[in-house]
């Protein structure tokens, strides 16, 4: 642990811009956890008097339509939206790890059906299955977390059925079948941890992702409802007023959802050079 440690300030103190990816993603993290109680306005409540406001010492971010405080509004989506898209990825991680793990290393006609089956999935527009999707179930949050997890599924199904196929054979897992491990405990503490170095990677990619998914779906009016705080939502409803010149209506939940995205993106390739044991040589 000290080791990869030593080694991971190694790499950040090498690449400022996976240094300052991993600084916006703790702070995102720490704003989502602290939202409720560093939140200075009530982000659902109206004030009409001060509507379109611009960015001013007592509204940081101005004020929307119905003179809510949009600095306090964007704190909330980011609970919210981080939430949607850490369920949703954790999710898909265990359930597409484990079947892709436990295809790879049975092989055969399984893995030759699952593989035939993830191709057709992943040759749908994935944003558009999402759509489908949440608007089959119904655009309640725990909907959106289901469907943006079903769309994310063969990306990990895919990964590690490739992994562990390559690894199946092994001299460690032939080790471990002659001591008598069953198959299961193979895949499941021996397989799969073996592989979850480069899978993180893939959880830093998808997390972005995610978010862009949870935010555009609301955008289109498929996925979270106002009042509700959220990045995607306010980007619409701000849409309207930019020819008044109401720019900070769209300017920073779309900077919000920028930084959010590039931060879990660059991270992924940080996390890349942390984990990957050619680079501690």
Same mark, same amino acid.
């Given at each position: 642990?000290?080791?990869?440690?030593?080694?991971?300030?190694?790499?950040?103190?090498g690449n400022?811009?996976?240094a300052?990816?991993?600084?916006?993603?703790?702070?995102?993290?720490?704003?989502?956890i602290?939202?409720?109680?560093i939140?200075?306005?009530?982000?659902?409540?109206?004030n009409?008097?001060?509507a379109?406001q611009?960015?001013?010492?007592?509204h940081?971010?101005g004020?929307?339509?119905?003179?809510?405080?949009?600095?306090?509004? &964007?704190? $909330?989506?980011?609970r919210?939206? @981080?939430g949607? +898209?850490v369920? *949703?990825? /954790?999710?898909?991680? !265990?359930?597409?790890?484990t079947?892709g793990?436990?295809?790879?290393?049975?092989?055969?006609?399984?893995?030759?059906?699952?593989?035939?089956?993830?191709?057709? &999935?992943? $040759?749908?527009?994935?944003?558009? @299955?999402?759509? +489908?999707?949440? *608007?089959a /179930?119904?655009n309640? !949050?725990?909907?959106?977390?289901?469907?943006?997890?079903?769309?994310?599924?063969?990306?990990?199904?895919?990964f590690a059925?490739?992994?562990?196929n390559?690894?199946?054979? $092994?001299g460690w897992?032939?080790a471990?079948?002659?001591?008598?491990?069953?198959?299961?405990?193979?895949?499941?503490?021996?397989?799969?941890?073996?592989?979850?170095?480069?899978?993180?990677?893939?959880i830093?990619?998808?997390?972005?992702?995610?978010?862009?998914?949870?935010?555009g779906?609301?955008?289109?009016?498929?996925?979270?409802?106002?009042?509700?705080?959220?990045?995607?939502?306010?980007?619409a409803?701000?849409?309207?007023?930019?020819?008044?010149?109401?720019w900070?209506?769209?300017?920073?939940?779309g900077?919000?959802?920028?930084?959010a995205?590039?931060?879990?993106?660059?991270?992924?390739?940080?996390?890349r050079?942390?984990?990957?044991?050619?680079?501690?040589?």
């Amino acid at each position: 642990m000290s080791a990869t440690l030593r080694h991971a300030g190694w790499v950040l103190r090498g690449n400022p811009v996976t240094a300052g990816a991993a600084a916006g993603a703790l702070v995102l993290v720490t704003i989502a956890i602290l939202a409720p109680w560093i939140t200075p306005y009530d982000p659902i409540a109206s004030n009409v008097p001060v509507a379109l406001q611009p960015p001013s010492a007592a509204h940081w971010a101005g004020t929307d339509q119905l003179g809510r405080d949009i600095f306090s509004r &964007l704190i $909330a989506a980011t609970r919210l939206d @981080l939430g949607i +898209a850490v369920s *949703a990825v /954790l999710l898909s991680f !265990v359930a597409g790890a484990t079947i892709g793990a436990l295809c790879g290393y049975a092989g055969g006609r399984i893995d030759r059906y699952v593989g035939r089956l993830v191709d057709v &999935l992943m $040759a749908f527009p994935l944003f558009v @299955l999402a759509m +489908a999707l949440v *608007a089959a /179930l119904g655009n309640r !949050v725990e909907n959106i977390v289901i469907a943006t997890a079903l769309i994310n599924l063969p990306f990990y199904i895919r990964f590690a059925r490739a992994e562990v196929n390559v690894r199946r054979h $092994a001299g460690w897992v032939e080790a471990a079948r002659a001591g008598g491990e069953s198959h299961v405990t193979i895949v499941l503490a021996y397989l799969l941890p073996n592989i979850l170095p480069a899978m993180a990677v893939q959880i830093s990619l998808n997390l972005g992702w995610a978010i862009l998914n949870a935010a555009g779906l609301s955008f289109l009016g498929l996925g979270v409802q106002a009042p509700t705080p959220e990045w995607g939502i306010m980007v619409a409803e701000g849409a309207r007023f930019i020819g008044n010149g109401q720019w900070w209506l769209v300017a920073f939940p779309g900077l919000a959802l920028m930084l959010a995205v590039l931060c879990f993106n660059l991270l992924g390739d940080g996390l890349r050079d942390i984990l990957d044991p050619r680079m501690r040589t």
